[in-house]
């Protein structure tokens, strides 16, 4: 069973930054997508950003720029530091694992992935 936990959640001002971590269990499998997912209130969740095993990365078109996704290589850990931060970026940030290689394209949702954590709550203020 893998296990994910997110941190680093909290509240900000407009512009302001944050970093969030997962920290995760041993995969099982050799290869594997990771990403980063939010859901505001009353919305489904978006995919934010996807790493794959080959750290190929892709950002959601709202994020890019202000946002960067890195795989610890040291540890068990993938991180999200959040720059630039704007109201519209409020929601509960999950991350969020599937076994293979490439990492389903951003638009195929939530559904692609099989293991996920809690969340961390960001709120960002006008």
């Known amino acids: 069973q893998v296990r994910l936990a997110e941190s680093g959640g909290g509240s900000v001002q407009t512009g302001g930054s944050l970093t969030l971590s997962c920290e995760h269990s041993k995969f099982t499998y050799s290869s594997y997508c990771m990403a980063w997912f939010r859901q505001a209130p009353g919305k489904g969740r978006e995919a934010v950003a996807t790493?794959?095993?080959?750290?190929?990365?892709t950002y959601a078109d709202s994020v890019k720029g202000r946002f960067t996704i890195v795989k610890g290589s040291a540890g068990r850990i993938l991180t999200l530091h959040m720059n630039g931060l704007k109201p519209e970026d409020t929601g509960m940030y999950y991350c969020?694992?599937?076994?293979?290689?490439?990492?389903?394209?951003?638009?195929?949702?939530?559904?692609?992935?099989?293991?996920w954590g809690q969340g961390t709550q960001v709120t960002v203020s006008s």
């Open positions: 790493i794959d095993s080959k750290d190929g990365i």
């Open positions: 969020a694992t599937r076994g293979g290689m490439w990492c389903p394209l951003l638009f195929m949702g939530s559904r692609e992935y099989e293991y």
